[in-house]
């Protein structure tokens, strides 16, 4: 299986800053067929079902606001949120859909100060 | 607008069963891979079961294989997860998902005597 290891646990941040968020895969998730990263970020706000953010490491969901930024390859990818709102309040979570048993990360809350 | 719909869920013995439904609208359901993902209270987010277009394909995570059964009706447009054996550790969110991209606002499922 593979193992989804992501940092921090918590962090808290005033509005406009800048967050960063991380997660490494235990093997790649660089398809070398279509050289795609299956990794996607979704956000978790309270009360509320997981929203995707991020799929293929790097592309925006449509209506996605462009602070939210997925960056990486192959098994060390980052969500940035720039700009922080206190809209932002939520959990973020990595996935890996590479192949199965798909894996999430552990997830990261975000707080805001 | 895409619309997934869970349902089924409550409050069950140990070792009874319960059969999960998740009715999908405004999307030609039969093109996509459906998935069920769980929340335990508190927790994070684990990925149960996903079935391929045409569900001649299911896929499980190892803690649950031999107890649930995903299973679509693609004339229903009704995605179901059958659950055995209930256990205390099965408590959770249930949530349906398409293609791991759009989630329904999830179905509890508490287990306890």
């Known amino acids: 299986d593979i193992v989804m290891t992501q940092s921090p646990f918590s962090l808290a941040v005033s509005e406009g800053e800048m967050v960063t968020i991380n997660c490494k895969s235990s093997?790649?998730?660089?398809?070398?067929?279509?050289?795609?990263?299956?990794l996607a970020w979704y956000q978790q706000k309270p009360g509320q079902s997981p929203k995707l953010l991020i799929y293929y490491a790097s592309t925006r969901q449509s209506g996605v606001p462009d602070r939210f930024i997925g960056s990486g390859s192959g098994t060390d990818f980052t969500l940035t949120i720039s700009d922080v709102q206190a809209e932002d309040l939520a959990d973020y979570y990595c996935?890996?859909?590479?192949?199965?048993?798909?894996?999430f990360g552990s997830g990261t809350k975000l707080e805001i100060k | 607008e895409v619309q997934l719909v869970e349902s089924g869920g409550g409050l069950v013995q140990p070792g009874r069963s319960l059969k999960l439904s998740c009715a999908a609208s405004?999307?030609?359901?039969?093109?996509?891979?459906m998935a069920w993902v769980r929340q335990a209270p508190t927790k994070g987010l684990e990925w149960v079961a996903s079935?391929?277009?045409?569900?001649?394909?299911?896929y499980y995570r190892d803690s649950v294989k031999g107890r649930f059964t995903i299973s679509r009706d693609n004339a229903k447009n009704t995605l179901y997860l059958q659950i055995d054996s209930l256990r205390s550790e099965d408590t959770a969110t249930y949530y349906c998902?398409?293609?791991?991209?759009?989630w329904g606002p999830g179905t509890m499922v508490t287990v306890s005597s």
């Open positions: 998902a398409k293609d791991m991209r759009g």
């Open positions: 405004g999307f030609t359901y039969s093109n996509y891979v």
């Open positions: 093997q790649s998730l660089l398809s070398s067929g279509n050289q795609k990263n299956y």
């Open positions: 079935i391929s277009t045409g569900g001649g394909n299911t």
């Open positions: 996935l890996q859909h590479y192949s199965y048993p798909l894996t």
